[in-house]
């Protein structure tokens, strides 16, 4: 496509419950990034994949966190039993290649109540 | 571990005067240098950037950041603003080694005055 996208923009679920958040990146691009938006900060680095495979996991916050991008495209971030701490923005990025310039997608409000 | 630190959360100017937005970072290796503009119900884009090479870069619409190693900073500038520079800018580091994950500053957020 011609940017990245990110479904759903919106998602409301309550507290405990599962979510999945999905990231079509540019075509062709081999590098994906996952950040972490709160409200009044700046994006905070989760995962990054080169690929099929998480190059670096180091920013998950904990093991309730996971993501893959299967077939080197498409990703999607999960959060099980989710937490109110949890609400915030999720961007999704990629790049041609690893170090080169990323282009966000618009992002996923998630809210937990 | 690396970190970047944007000193001013909010900068208030008037239309038409010189604004400096300020980042520093912290890094034991070399990095490459993005600055990223967010406008008001938009997503990140990305404003200008160093790599390599010449320290000072421009983008196209005015603005201008320089690179100084030895005050690890990368500090933007725009002689003149106008109102529609209104947006937040996230200052971000890109380490040159390994994973190549992008560490971002809290923001700045510039607010232009007629």
């Known amino acids: 496509g011609a940017g990245v996208s990110q479904t759903p923009s919106n998602k409301v679920t309550e507290k405990g419950k599962y979510v999945e958040l999905r990231c079509d990146p540019i075509s062709g691009h081999t590098a994906l990034y996952w950040y972490r938006q709160s409200l009044g900060q700046g994006p905070e680095f989760l995962i990054y994949f080169q690929g099929t495979g998480a190059a670096d996991d180091s920013g998950l916050p904990n093991d309730r966190f996971f993501a893959v991008r299967p077939e080197g495209s498409v990703s999607t971030l999960k959060i099980q039993r989710t937490e109110r701490g949890d609400s915030a923005v999720y961007l999704c990025a990629s790049s041609l290649k690893r170090g080169s310039e990323a282009f966000f997608g618009q992002g996923t409000r998630l809210t937990v109540v | 571990a690396q970190s970047v630190t944007q000193l001013d959360s909010q900068v208030p100017v008037f239309e038409e005067a010189p604004v400096e937005l300020r980042c520093n970072y912290s890094?034991?290796?070399?990095?490459?240098l993005f600055w990223y503009v967010q406008y008001p119900n938009q997503g990140l884009q990305l404003l200008l950037k160093?790599?390599?090479?010449?320290?000072l870069v421009e983008s196209i619409n005015g603005f201008e950041a320089e690179f100084n190693k030895s005050q690890t900073s990368f500090h933007l500038r725009k002689p003149s603003v106008h109102i529609s520079d209104t947006a937040e800018y996230f200052c971000a580091v890109t380490v040159n080694t390994g994973g190549f994950k992008t560490i971002f500053g809290a923001g700045t957020r510039l607010f232009v005055k007629a």
């Open positions: 890094s034991s290796v070399s990095v490459y």
């Open positions: 160093y790599l390599s090479g010449s320290t």
